[in-house]
């Protein structure tokens, strides 16, 4: 009996299914995905765990949120979208081993990562190799310096942060004498160096250049030497948790002197661990932290509130700049084979030719001998006041 | 008095100097800044010794090394954070569920991973922790996320002046805890019966087990106050080092150098190993550039070990045939 009823319910069923798809399909036109057409594959390599991790989760859920945004439209020229994500847990051997599975086995025509600047350097072998287009999320400036033909890269690099910090320094400040304090890993040597290198040329005296461990939980000791100095104020160059310790132990010590942070800096996670000793704090960050820091009816200003709006939608909580330049590196991708086509030499010569993109971290302009996309017009000083950021003018 | 112990007392005399020294060449010096200097050290290393006991605790009983010892820590200011920051209970509450909970934890993991290996090797044991501490991480990052999270200080955030040197009241709270700590477990390893038993137990399982002392239990409570001493730990140090999900690993490892250097097995000898530590690499940290402080820790351990591979206050192994 169970197999009679079967016989027949089966093909039934199925024809449903069918007439509902042809249906739904015919219903909206162009505007459809259409299915039998090839899905493109585009690869990331993330860094969805180990001490990346913060930067590599938001820049995972930007992707997911613009696969399914293209997707639920016409998606690429009518072509489903799809982002294959790889963890490549913190580790730069692990970033190697993913790009090249992606695009040895998975067969993707261009690739997104990762979201440190070391993982990153170990990726562009690969991507140089096999000339896939590669474009990064992290802010080391090795990565762009010398230009390399495949890698393009998303956020505002250390440079421009640095510069940024020296102009609010000579500008805003009117010091002449300041002090470093660095976390000892990659970002705060290479932040603190570049530091120490330009201030000179802007007139700025470095009277001490201090580092500190990453795991580090207490700074005094450094904070004591720079308070016998004659410094006007204080750069540190890292990320969380180090920043808000020395924000605490400067508190405790009665240091007056301002504190300028990094980029590394730029989330909220900072003035939750920091507290009452993160107001007066003042660091480079992008617009897009500050929506009203862009003028109102332009086209990126409409494009950041769209994105802060789904963003916190469908994570129940607001983006910050990683989620920016993840949503940005897949942008620039899916506009270029939109435009160009899907052909690795076709992807590389249209994001090479990007000009005036609108993303979420700024207006994108790469060219042969420019593979920044930004510059540091596209980053405005925060300063952190009563537990909330305000932009200094 | 034997030859191995007035031995040991000139040379836990001679480092007792030698760090005097550092210390007053410090004050006399520095001033203030030194002083400075020494009360963070102080603060840093009773974060260190608290970790260390806890690796004494468990070495001193069954002769395992917890590698998972820092991971009880961290255990201990996420739930602070849970508890407190998140579930709004009152501190004093919060403080007294996490280390029940985290005792209640050590147990847990010692009856599902280390029990059954009780015929096991010493040393597959010790890879086993290793692996639990992994475990315990991984499920705390799926459980807490990757960012570092706050919790409030017991008594506020006001430093205190002494002497022209500042400390925060939590450090305060870090020194009594450490104090209670130290005299409860030399109490409880010196003093009780079980405590007694436990120690003979790793040393002779069998004549340990005639007067009631299992190894199967001493391993238990072993486990038990370990977690319970690194979880007073990391709900009493959060609201300085900020707890997040990864901490366990640096705990772990300033920890394990603290109690070697104090010499494995004795609460008090964590103590010193873990305060000379702090003192030093803050001393350090303070003269020399800063990068410098890790190195000059380690290589102090280093010179200590090859001089005294039993630490300063560990009792020279007695090789019986």
Known sequence: MAQKILRWKLPIALFCVLVAATLGSMGCGTQKVDTSKSVYKIGAVLSLSGPAAPLGQPEQNSLKMLESQLNAGAGVNGHKVQFIIEDDQSDPAKATAAITLLINQEGVSAMIGSSSTGATLAMVPVAQSTQTTLVCCAAGTAITKPVNKYIFRTPPTDSMAIDKVLGYLTGTLKATKIAILHDANAYGVGGATELAAKAPTKGITVTANESYGTTDTDMTPQLTKIQATPAQALVVWGTNPGPATIAKNMQQLAMKIPFIGSNGIANKTFITLAGSAANGVAFPGGNMLIPSSITAGTPWRNAVDKFTTDYTTAYGKAPDTFAAHGWDAGTILTTAMKTAGTSKAQIQTAVQATKGLVGIDGIYNYSATNHDGLTSADLIMIKIVNGAWTQIK | ?321
């Open chain 2, 1 to 321: 008095m034997r030859m191995g112990d007035r031995n040991q007392v000139r040379l836990l005399w001679g480092a007792a100097a030698l760090v005097a020294v550092v210390v007053v060449f410090t004050l006399i010096y520095k001033g203030s800044t030194g002083l400075q200097w020494i009360l963070s050290g102080l603060t840093v290393g009773s974060i260190y010794a608290l970790v260390a006991m806890g690796f004494s605790v468990i070495y001193s009983s069954t002769r395992v090394i917890n590698f998972a010892q820092g991971e009880f820590t961290m255990l201990g200011g996420m739930m602070m954070f849970t508890l407190c920051t998140r579930g709004g209970l009152p501190l004093w509450l919060g403080f007294l569920l996490t280390v029940g909970i985290v005792t209640l934890l050590g147990a847990g993991f010692e009856r599902a991973a280390i029990h059954p290996l009780k015929d096991q090797s010493v040393i597959t044991v010790i890879i086993v922790t290793i692996g639990l501490a992994i475990f315990i991480r991984a499920l705390a990052k799926w459980i807490w996320g990757t960012d570092p999270v706050k919790v409030a200080s017991f008594t506020g955030d006001k430093p205190l002046r002494f002497f022209g040197a500042s400390i925060v009241p939590q450090s305060l709270w870090v020194f009594g805890l450490t104090l209670i700590a130290v005299v409860l477990v030399f109490a409880f390893f010196n003093r009780t019966l079980l405590g007694k038993g436990m120690r003979a137990a790793a040393d002779n399982p069998d004549a340990a087990s005639l007067v009631g002392v299992s190894a199967s239990t001493s391993s238990l409570v072993a486990w038990s106050i370990a977690a319970a001493v690194g979880a007073a730990a990391g709900a009493v140090i959060a609201p300085i080092n900020f707890a997040a999900y990864d901490a366990g690993a640096m705990l772990g490892l300033k920890g394990f150098s603290a109690a070697v250097l104090g010499g494995l097995g004795s609460a008090p000898g964590a103590v010193v190993g873990g305060l000379m530590l702090g003192v030093l690499e803050m001393i350090t940290a303070g003269f020399a550039p800063s990068g410098y402080k890790d190195a000059v820790a380690f290589l102090i351990l280093i010179l200590v070990l090859l001089i005294r591979p039993q630490g300063l206050l560990g009792k020279p192994a007695d090789v019986k045939v």
